[in-house]
Structures are given as C-alpha cells and as structure tokens.
C-alpha cells in the first residue's frame, strides 16, 4: 500500500464524521482509507490535461421551480422524526452558540 | 511616539431573500408561523428527498450581481459544506464556494471624507439554517426548522473599508440597492439582513494584512460602529502588549460593549466542500441576462437626480423620499395622480415621518394608498376641510387605510361655507367678549387671534379659519 494513513489522520477524520472508533476499528479504517487513495491515485495517472472538471455525470442543467407554495402544514408528519418532542419543536442536548 | 495603526475592515452580508417559498422547497418562508408549520422532508434533511432551485432567488441573486457591477457566472453550481449542529438537520449547509453566482463587483460609497469604491469579492446563492430555542426549565435545546431553507444571498466584500463611517455607508449602499431591487427588506433588528465584521489592524505603512477576526451578532448600524471601535482597542493593545492576534469568531454583546470567543461550533473548521450530486449545474445564457437587466428599476442616485429636475422639492425631502423605496413609490404615484409634489412632500415629511417615528414604524409600513393621500390633499386643497381636521383624517388614514371623502362625509367634518351661519356665529363671538374686542381696537393685534379661536369653537372646528379672520376684520 502507497498510503499510510496516520493514527492522527484516522483521529482526525473520526472527529469530523462523528465517529467513535474502537482500536480495531481504527487499524481497519486505517487499512480502507489507505487502499482507497492507493486507486485515486491510480485514477491520477491518467493524463487528464484538457479536460473539463465535471461535477455531475448527467447532461441535465437548469432544472428550476417556479415560487409558488406547495406545501402545507405537516408538522405532525415531519415530527415524527423527532426522538423526542416538545412545543411542537424537535428536542436536541443543550447546545451553545 | 506610539505607533498609528490602520483598521482594515472585509464585509460578509447575509441577506434574505424575499421569496415565497425557500430556496430548494415549496414550503413557505413566511416569518412568525407556529414551529415546524413550514418544513417538509426536503428542508429537514430526509433521506432519499430532492431539492430543486426556486427560479425566483437566482433571478434575485443574478439582480443583485448586476447592480453591484459584478460579473455573473455562466456556468455555477452548488456545494456542500459540511457541519454538524442541530439547526442544519442534513449536516451539511447547500452553498456555493468553487462557482459563485456572482464575481468581481464594486459600489461606489460616500462618506465626509469622499467618495470609493468598495470591491465585492462574490456573492453566492445559500440556504438559512432552523432557529435554536434553548429550554429554561430543563436541560435541553427545542429545534424550529421554518426557516431552514429560507434562500439567503451572502455578499462577501473585499477588505477595502478603513472605518465605521464606510462600513455603514457601504451596507446602507447595500440596503438600497437591494431594497429598490424589490430583493429584500434588509432589516438588520429583524434578521434580514445580517452583517460579519472581519477586522484587523497593521501599522500605516505596512504591507501585509495583520491577523483577523470575525464579529458576529451585530444587529443595529450602532452595534456594528461600536464593535468596530472595541475590536480595534482590542488588537491594537494585543499588540502593543507583545501578544498576537488570534484568528477567531468573536460574539458582540452590545449590552456590555464588548466581544468574546465564541465557542467554535466543532474544533475544526474543515468543511470538506464537494459538489451537491442533487442540484444539476445552473447555465445561464445571453437572453436570461438581459430579461433581469430589463427589469433593473430605477436606483436610488437615478431617482434623486431626476427629482431635482422634475420636482421644486428640497433636496433634504428628495434625500428622505428616496431613502425608502417604499415612500418613493408612494410620491410618485400620488403626484402622477394630479397632486402638487411640495403639498405631497410635506405630508411625507411632516405627519408621516412624525407617526413613524412616535411608533417605531419603517417607512417601508406604511400602509395608506396614493389614492387616499392625494383624496386628502384636494379636500384641503379645495377647501373644503381646513388643515386641523386634515390632520385628524390623516392619523386615521396612517392607522388604517381608508377613504378620506367618505370618512369626512359621513362624520360630517366639512368646513362650513355657509357665509350667513359664520357671521351670525362671529356677532356672537364679539358680544360674549367685549375685552377682547376692546383690546384689539386699542391696538392688540394678539386679541384677534383668541377671538378667531373662539368662533372656530362655536362653529366645532368646521370653519375655514382664513375666512373666519376674514369676517372678523370686517365687524371689527
């Protein structure tokens, strides 16, 4: 494998996806990440000069709505999403800005 | 001698747009909805939903590019910036940072030093995040998701303002243009428009840009001059003490009048930016431009320019009425219905602004048509109520919309013309005060003006009271 990922990278991208990883878990994820970029880097051999960046794979632009409400009240439908509720309101853990 | 430090001042403006529904949903973006009455599956992030762009917020957005001079981008995109907090429910805002709607723009402001330019370095097109209520009682934070998904423009200028002055001259420029554009409302205490301060500090002279921070929670032009002023004490003795800046997100407490880190909202700010697979890339062509140049209005500097030709108003009036998009349509349209632009004017900028400001209205709320201004202005006009109970009819019309001819009809407030009532009332008025008489006669000028009072009282206000002097002359 090209790739050694670091135990402060895996440390890192844990933080970030929210993950809470086990010391196993963590020497497997380790092993995943590198083998992935081992195949981008791959991909990078080809010789992409003059070539566009493409963003999406489809030939399709310009899909718009127009500014009309088309939506009623369905809180009841989208709160019961919620774990918990209350006052009509989604309850998360005590957050500060 | 002490060093002189120079403040350089960059501008994030967020702006929301005001559109019917919110930017990827047909949900609608109306302000003060009970929580949660506004939300579907797209804009509180479920699996497997889709959004699709409101055509209205890029035609506003591509509006407010043009008008600030910027270059629009023919081919942009939109991205994911992804963060974890509970008002944003998919964990990743829909932005805009390789391809931004709009580039490269500058506004020209003026403040008692002069005119610049101010550069805008992009505006792109984003989505509102919901509103966290935090639970008093218990140890918990309620989530509203109405307004995630609201469309916001953000406008990031260059760093090129150097002080308070030009910063609130940049965002009333700002506020103006977006205004006249029918865009928003822009009202900072209400949230519609939202202003970051980045500031930092270097010595005159220097080159490089010194380390900055970033001020939030800034609701009132005051607010925002008065955290400039603090954060540039703050740096200035930062440095002048031997420590450095630190490169944060400061919250403004103007109550206190000062800032302090805040939290930031997950150690490390890396967002991890990619294209949004959902939204398909948005490519504008030569006739999409020219539809929104066609439908640019008249701007602000355009109006006043005109009005000194056109009208014989004040320039202080021209510079009132045009602070308000709002109260410029309403000029124009009362005059084009016939009524003389000065007699117009001071309506607007007596009783008007008067109401406004003793209730803590927006000249933008008020609510009476032209039709009914320029109805009051020939009853007076015309004589036909005298000026004390215009002023009655107009603070009713100010509360409330209505017709001034029919209100005057019905309370029956038409000055009376009846020449023989008047003089019978003003041979009373004369023989119940016979100092009064007396003391005019013997020169006191004064004395006519207590007798015009007290027939216009006889008559209940009704009279014309050039009349009412008039015929007292007359008798006396």
Known sequence: MANIISDETIEYVGILAKLELSPEEKEQAKKDMGSMLDYIDKLGELDTGGVEPMSHVFPVKNVFREDIVTNGDMREEILKNAPEEKDGMFVVPRTFE | ?476
């Open chain 2, 1 to 476: 001698m002490a060093k002189q430090y120079e403040t350089v001042i960059g501008l994030e403006v967020h702006v929301e747009l005001a559109t019917r529904t919110k930017i990827f949903c047909g949900c609608s973006t109306a302000f003060g909805g009970e929580p949660n009455t506004h939300t579907c599956p797209v804009c509180t992030g479920m699996p497997g939903s889709l959004p699709v762009l409101n055509k209205q917020v890029l035609e506003y957005a591509v509006a407010v590019g043009l008008a600030t001079g910027c270059t629009i981008t023919r081919n942009c995109k939109f991205d994911r910036k992804n963060y974890f907090y509970p008002d944003n429910p998919q964990n990743y805002q829909i932005s805009q940072l390789y391809l931004p709607i709009c580039r490269d723009g500058k506004v020209e402001i003026e403040t008692e030093a002069g005119r610049k330019f101010v550069g805008i370095h992009e505006i792109h097109m984003e989505e509102d995040a919901g509103k966290l209520i935090h639970d008093e009682w218990e140890d918990c934070s309620l989530v509203d998701y109405n307004r995630s998904g609201v469309p916001l423009i953000e406008i990031v200028s260059e760093p090129d303002m150097r002080n308070s002055q030009e910063v609130i001259a940049y965002l009333e420029k700002l506020r103006m243009t977006i205004q006249y554009l029918g865009a928003s409302d822009c009202k900072l205490q209400e949230g519609s428009m939202r202003a970051d301060v980045n500031l930092s500090v270097r010595e005159v002279g220097a080159e490089e840009f010194g380390t900055r921070t970033e001020m939030k929670n800034l609701n009132s032009f005051k607010a925002i001059a008065r955290a400039i002023e603090g954060e540039r004490e703050r740096q200035i003795d930062l440095l002048e003490s031997g420590e450095k800046v630190v490169q944060e997100t400061r919250r403004w407490d103007d109550n206190l009048g000062e800032s302090y880190a805040m939290r930031s909202k997950e150690d490390a700010q890396d967002y991890r930016y990619f294209p949004d697979p959902d939204l398909v890339p948005v490519v504008l062509d030569d006739d999409f431009l020219a539809q929104i140049r066609a439908k640019q209005p008249e701007f602000r500097e355009e109006k006043m320019l005109r009005y000194k030709q056109e009208f014989e108003i004040p320039d202080y009036d021209i510079d009132i009425i045009t602070g308000s998009k709002h109260m410029a349509d309403l000029f124009e349209a009362t005059v084009v219905l016939g009524s003389q632009p000065k007699k117009v004017s001071n309506w607007l900028m007596g009783e008007t602004l008067r109401l406004l400001k003793e209730k803590d209205m927006d000249p933008e709320d008020i609510c009476f048509s032209p039709e009914n201004l320029a109805k009051l202005i020939a009853l007076t006009d015309g004589k036909v109520i005298n000026n004390s109970v215009a002023k009655e009819v107009f603070e009713l019309m100010f509360e409330k919309d209505m017709d001034p001819e029919k209100y005057v009809d019905e309370k029956g407030l038409k000055t009376v013309n009846d020449e023989g009532a008047l003089r019978k009332t003003v041979e009373e008025v004369i023989a119940a005060n016979p100092q009064s008489v007396a003391d005019y006669r013997n020169g006191k000028e004064k004395a006519i003006g207590f007798l015009v009072g007290q027939t216009m009282k006889a008559m209940k206000g009704k009279a014309d009271p050039g009349m009412v002097n008039q015929v007292l002359r007359e008798f006396l």
